[in-house]
């Protein structure tokens, strides 16, 4: 294999285009001699039998003759022994030569003990594996070299008349033979004289040597079923074990063999000898189905498992697979037990979490991690596995997969309490660094010597002088920096407004004071927007902003929004801050959706997508989010023009004289898998959902207008209905990060003379209408600033400047470039993101005083009404 191997290599390196001369002769020459090596060894271990004629045998006497097994002497010089047997119709063929006289004695004597079963082949090629077979292992009986050959026959025919005798004839001869040869024999004849003592045992249970193989063990290896029940059923030890401590199942090499070996000896044990047979561990603490994992036998492992073998030992089998790189057999483990997950190395403490470092491996591991204890395991030095990967040079993508299910960022060590961010610190690791913060790491966390990260980083800096040294430096100052939240109050006129040199910030700040002035009316309802771009993997750069005003507001920033729109990747967003899921569990959602979703080719597989969103989402519907109004949009292609369709939370009605009717006789309510899998239908990434809806972000990529609109028709059938309506207090539009405005060409077909022109032009005309469809910023912004401008309703923007990030990304270092530059650009560029946390801040203060107000007139009146409190006083 190596040889042809080599060959391969030369063959490669030619179609390369590597004409080095002296390397590729030396290939070819290593090739050559690896496959003459191995074809050499064959040719030497192979016992060649050849027929002697007439004439030659006429120069040959005997020495000894037995049964029709001949010892010969030759004159010829290159064989002056040989061992020669009558073969049918008197044919005489030579099975051994040497011409060491006491080597072909010792050899005619082990093949007399064999005699019965030399005459039970008749055939010359196994009889040439036979003597093959005898000069390797010369201390076998024949009941070994008959399991071995497979010759079932033999015992059929032969073995009922099998006794002890053959002991007695072993020692007479070794006693004959050590008078002779007495200092070369006499270990050997000590052995035998203690087999002889033994000779009161079983045929089928003798043991070979060395190795202590009986006949079962041997059937077992050769995988030879049929005659494998035959000596279960004439008696065989199925207890018995090797020199190795082995048992049956430890020696089998085949997954069928196990199979059939566990039905068989389940019908001659009962159920808890035979757990007892498949956990028994040998000297190296090795289980059957530690051998079963090594020689990557995946059925032998699953029938292992399927009749009770355990998975704990000091290394569990597992760790082994994984050890191996077995996915099959991983996939195997997991699938009968995944708790095989929670199993601790016995020296180490470690899971298979800590020790894995395979990144598809890694992966496969997680998929079966049920719940955050598991990934939180702690090893004998208190470490997680995320403090364990942590010390690798090259494992971005594997820390990134861990925190996606659930590890913690902020866990420390006992022996110096070192987190994720001093090691990473300490390594001058800047990726793992950004990825901590991405994942919300506590940069105040210190260690046993009192020093935070900051600290580690400029003693490093200073002893260092190198360029990642001070990037690190720098981006934790960055993170470290807080936002300085605004009080309205200090804007008493318009004219201490006009600070704002820019107008769309002046009237902002006009429209945000009077909102909040509004919120104290109680005869006005005002209601808040909040809108999700599409993106597809964007759409982390949407929670990462919303990270950063949590940070600020606090966890309950989300319950002052009343109404909440999203398309494509934003109404997964939407959905989730609507079910009350928390930002960290759809960062972690994203992170392991990418995986699971975009992989192949495209266009993907849609049955990703919809695992995903089943098993995260259920069957729930979308009247679960009321009384949030909740809008999705997605794109009906079943006509031309497209139309938009808007997936709702609550009935709409499509017009004041059946409104009443519409708004109870709704379409009916769908899953929310199934209204984000229509969203989230781009052409080229997914089919369309039942062949009718494809990506709202086709009609709708910023869904901004359609929420306005949608609350300006509601407003309109309440008024119609003397209804109580609703005005805007804010609108919060959020993207998925704005490329920057680069120059281009004009499509131009008429001037294009060559195909080549034509396809220049077709090629930017392409970009350009793609460009345009998933444009979010620019008009749609302007329109609904306008919009609520003149509504006296406070309109935000918020996206980051992010280019070149594709909307199928999978390559974390990309992902968490882009998240943590949706950090630095809102900690460099404060005042927009400053301004919408000080207005939810102040809704939120102005709010908490309302409700304790109404309590405290609630509480008030119910003394009143018991008589606890004088009203007249």
């Not at 389940?266 to 994992?293: E, I």
């Not at 690190?472 to 993170?479: A, G, R």
């Not at 950090?823 to 309302?850: D, G, H, M, P, W």
């Amino acid at each position: 294999l190596v040889g042809w191997m080599n060959l391969m290599q030369v063959e490669s390196s030619i179609l390369k285009g590597r004409y080095w001369p002296f390397e590729i002769a030396n290939n070819i020459f290593d090739g050559v001699f690896e496959v003459a090596k191995v074809v050499g060894n064959i040719i030497l271990r192979k016992t060649w039998i050849t027929d002697i004629s007439s004439e030659y045998s006429r120069g040959l006497y005997e020495i000894c003759n037995d049964g029709g097994i001949l010892l010969l002497l030759s004159h010829c010089k290159k064989m002056e022994r040989c061992i020669c047997l009558r073969w049918e119709r008197q044919k005489m063929l030579c099975i051994f030569s040497s011409s060491n006289p006491s080597v072909a004695l010792e050899m005619y004597h082990k093949l007399m003990n064999i005699s019965s079963l030399i005459r039970a082949i008749h055939r010359h090629a196994v009889l040439g594996e036979l003597m093959t077979l005898v000069k390797e292992q010369p201390h076998w009986e024949d009941v070994h070299y008959a399991v071995f050959l497979g010759l079932d026959s033999y015992f059929e025919q032969e073995l009922t008349n099998i006794d002890s005798a053959r002991f007695w004839r072993n020692y007479m001869y070794i006693a004959e033979l050590s008078a002779l040869f007495d200092a070369f024999f006499i270990d050997f004849r000590e052995e035998q004289l203690l087999e002889v003592s033994m000779c009161n045992m079983k045929v089928i249970n003798l043991k070979s040597r060395p190795e202590g193989w009986t006949p079962l063990h041997l059937a077992v290896k050769a995988g030879n079923f049929k005659l494998l029940e035959k000596l279960i059923y004439l008696g065989a030890d199925i207890k018995a074990v090797d020199a190795l401590d082995r048992n049956a199942f430890h020696l089998s090499r085949k997954s069928n063999i196990i199979k059939v070996e566990g039905t068989l000896l389940a019908n001659y044990l009962n159920s808890a000898d035979l757990k007892v047979l498949v956990n028994q561990s040998d000297v190296n603490f090795m289980t059957p189905l530690h051998y079963a994992v090594r020689e990557g036998t995946d059925a032998a492992t699953q029938t292992l498992i399927q009749i009770g073998a355990k998975h704990s030992s000091s290394t569990p089998p597992f760790h082994l697979a994984i050890k191996m790189k077995n996915l099959s057999q991983i996939k195997c483990f997991l699938e009968n037990d995944p708790s095989v997950l929670e199993e601790k190395d016995t020296l180490t403490g470690n899971t298979a979490l800590h020790t894995t470092y395979d990144l598809k491996i890694l992966r496969l591991l997680l998929n079966y991690v049920k719940n955050e204890a598991t990934v939180n395991t702690l090893n004998n030095k208190a470490e997680t596995p995320l403090l364990v990967q942590m010390q690798q040079s090259d494992a971005l993508s594997n820390i990134v997969a861990l925190i996606a299910y659930g590890v913690d960022v902020n866990a420390s060590r006992d022996a110096d309490h070192f987190t994720a961010l001093h090691l990473a610190v300490t390594k001058q690791q800047l990726s793992y660094v950004k990825a901590l913060f991405v994942f919300g790491a506590d940069s105040s966390k210190v260690t046993k010597s009192g020093k935070t990260a900051l600290q580690i980083a400029l003693e490093l800096e200073k002893r260092n002088q190198s360029d990642i040294s001070r990037e690190i430096v720098s981006c934790i100052e960055t993170y470290e920096k807080r936002y300085q939240l605004q009080n309205f109050e200090i804007f008493q006129s318009s004219s201490e407004l006009m600070q704002f040199d820019d107008w769309c910030k002046f009237t902002r700040m006009l429209n945000v004071k009077n909102v909040i002035q509004r919120f104290t009316d109680d005869s006005v309802m005002i209601e808040n927007l909040i809108s999700f771009d599409g993106g597809g993997i964007r759409g982390l750069i949407t929670i990462q902003i919303l990270m950063l005003i949590e940070q600020a507001v606090g966890s309950d920033w989300f319950k002052n929004f009343q109404w909440v729109a999203g398309s494509s990747t934003g109404c997964i967003i939407a959905v989730g801050l609507c079910l009350g899921y928390s930002l960290g569990r759809m960062q972690k959602l994203y992170f392991q959706l990418k995986d699971t979703v975009f992989c192949g080719t495209k266009p993907y597989s849609e049955e990703g997508l919809e695992s995903v969103l089943k098993q995260e989402f259920g069957t729930r519907e979308m009247t679960s989010v009321m009384p949030r109004k909740l809008i999705v949009t997605a794109t009906n292609a079943l006509t031309r023009p497209a139309k938009l369709k808007l997936f709702r939370s609550y009935p709409f009605p499509h017009s004041l004289q059946t409104a009443e009717e519409d708004m109870q006789n709704d379409n009916p309510p769908l899953p929310i898998w199934k209204v984000i899998r229509s969203s989230c239908a781009a052409p080229y990434y997914f089919p369309p959902l039942d062949g009718i809806y494809i990506d709202g972000g086709l009609m709708s990529n910023n869904p901004s207008l359609e929420l306005m609109t949608e609350m300006n028709r509601m407003n309109t059938v309440m008024n119609f209905q003397k209804r109580k309506i609703s005005n805007i207090g804010c609108f919060l539009s959020l993207g998925t990060g704005r490329t920057r405005t680069t120059e281009a060409y004009a499509p131009d077909f008429k001037s294009s003379w060559s195909i080549f022109d034509k396809f220049f032009h077709f090629k930017e005309f392409v970009t350009m209408l793609y460009t345009q469809c998933c444009q979010t910023d620019g008009c749609v912004v302007d329109r609904c600033r306008a919009w609520c401008e003149s509504l006296g309703a406070a309109y935000f923007r918020l996206t980051p400047e992010i280019n070149d990030l594709r909307l199928d990304e999978t390559d974390d270092s990309r992902l968490i470039d882009a998240c943590w530059e949706t950090i630095r650009y809102f900690k460099e560029n404060q005042e927009e993101i400053v301004t919408v946390c000080s207005f939810l801040k102040e809704v939120n203060a102005l709010e908490k005083e309302l409700i304790r107000v109404v309590q405290e007139c609630f509480l008030k009146e119910s003394r009143v009404m018991s008589g606890d409190v004088d009203l007249y006083n």
